[in-house]
């Protein structure tokens, strides 16, 4: 099995840019709701988990629209629109704005999971995600 790497949250605020401030913001939010480290390779597999859906029995993941691929455009899996890719590193826009983090976040995890994403799943995402 692959080890996990954990890394304290604190380490994770990065340089100044406008991604790191948004990013930086979510992961102090993150440690105020008790979230004291984070796991890339978690973010990871709960980004590429499959869940069903209890209606239509089909599955559901955060690929279902935005992937497997981040720096490649995404597309909405039932409007067909297209997707910015995420990865900061081709997408300059990609996480830099903390309502917009939030607003998403809620919303494809309750559509995604069927719920919302807990504090710590929001955390180990975000890291996933940033390094991409
Ligand atoms: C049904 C389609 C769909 C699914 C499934 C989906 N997303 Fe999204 N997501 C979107 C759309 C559309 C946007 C807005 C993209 C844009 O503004 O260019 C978005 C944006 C986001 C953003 C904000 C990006 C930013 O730059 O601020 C985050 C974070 C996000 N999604 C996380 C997730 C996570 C985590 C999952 C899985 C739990 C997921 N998404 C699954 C459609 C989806």
New binding site residues.
């Given amino acids: 099995m692959k080890k996990k790497i954990v890394v304290p949250l604190i380490l994770l605020l990065s340089s100044h840019t406008i991604m790191a401030d948004a990013i930086n913001d979510m992961f102090t939010q993150y440690q105020q709701q008790g979230v004291s480290n984070a796991s890339e390779q978690t973010g990871k597999t709960?980004?590429n988990k499959k869940f069903t859906d209890k209606k239509t029995g089909k599955d559901?993941?955060?690929t279902?629209?935005?992937g497997v691929d981040l720096t490649k455009v995404?597309k909405?899996?039932?409007t067909g629109?297209k997707?910015?890719p995420?990865a900061p590193s081709v997408n300059k826009?990609?996480?830099?704005?903390v309502k917009?983090?939030k607003k998403?976040?809620k919303r494809?995890?309750k559509?995604?999971?069927g719920r919302e994403?807990s504090a710590q799943e929001q955390a180990d995402?975000?890291t996933y995600?940033k390094n991409q």
């Fill in positions: 709960l980004w559901r993941s955060c279902s629209c935005h995404g909405h899996v039932r629109k997707i910015n995420m826009k990609s996480l830099t704005d917009n983090i998403w976040f494809n995890c559509w995604t999971l994403c995402i975000l995600l």
